[in-house]
Structures are given as C-alpha cells and as structure tokens.
C-alpha cells in the first residue's frame, strides 16, 4: 500500500504485511488516485474503500455510548465521520458496495499508528485511499517522531 504526504510530494510505501519495511519515493512522475476517481467508481458500482486513520476524533469513542476500536477489528461507529460519510456517498450514488473504513483508535498517537501499522493494515488492507487525522494526542506528548 502507498500513502501520499501531499506535503512532501513523497509516497510512503509499506511492504505488505508481515514484511514490515517503509520506503518513501518522491512521488512527482506518479500518478496519484483522487477523491474524483473515487467518486467515479462509487457512482458505477465499485467498493473503492477509503480509509481515515486517526485518534478519538476518527474513532468517535464515547460518542453515543459506542465502545473504542481494538486493531484488526472492521469497526463500524455508527456515530463516527467515516460511516456517516459512507451513508452519504451510498446515499447520492446509489452503491450500497461503498465502504469507508474507521482505523481510528483512541488515545493514540502517530508514533502508535507507525508501530502497529501491520497490524491495522491486516484489516484495511484493501483501502485505495488513506486519510490521516492524528496530532491531538501527538501535541499532548513528547512522542512525535
């Protein structure tokens, strides 16, 4: 899976599961996938799964009364931005195959997220997309790598 750093123009690549190796390539001569692409094949049908990764605010515990996701689950918080996009998008397209992945986990930080990476990977792993959304925790501690 590549992991585009819009800031960098770089991709980090992961090597799978289980092979635990990172690799970042500059990404300038690398066609990169975009929200339209994937609005494209959600309007024709297509599962095209994104997925957000991040702390509390991605995860949406305590809200409503919903417990916390626990890696190499499929969590689903019906109170959380990722399924409440993903019943906006069923709802204008038509695709009832779109999936919009909840990989967040509260309490955690990036440096959490890079060391479990595998691990959260084994269950999103067909993710075309990512969005990141960690810092909340990250500006709390010194645990910014």
């Known amino acids: 899976m590549k992991l585009y750093d819009s800031f960098s123009n770089n991709f ?19 066609r990169k996938t975009t929200l339209n692409e994937a609005w494209n094949n959600w309007e ?11 702390d509390s605010t ?5 809200t409503s009364h919903t417990t916390r996701n626990v890696p190499g689950t499929d969590y689903i918080n ?14 204008e397209t038509g695709n ?16 959490w997220a890079y060391e479990n990476i595998e691990t959260i990977m084994s269950e999103y792993g067909d993710a075309k997309m990512v969005g ?7 500006s709390l501690t010194s645990d910014i790598g």
Do not use: C
């Not at 690549?13 to 990172?22: F, Q």
């Open 12 to 30: 980090i690549t992961i090597d799978g599961v289980g092979n635990g190796g990172w690799h970042v390539e500059n990404a300038s001569n690398t």
């Open 44 to 54: 024709r049908g297509n599962k095209y799964p994104i997925m957000f990764l991040g």
């Open 58 to 62: 991605t995860d949406g515990n305590t």
């Open 78 to 91: 019906p109170y959380a931005y990722p399924y409440r996009l993903e019943q906006l998008i069923k709802a």
């Open 96 to 111: 009832t195959n779109v999936r919009i992945y909840n990989a967040g986990f509260s309490g955690k930080t990036a440096s």
């Open 132 to 138: 990141i959304s960690y810092g909340i925790n990250d």
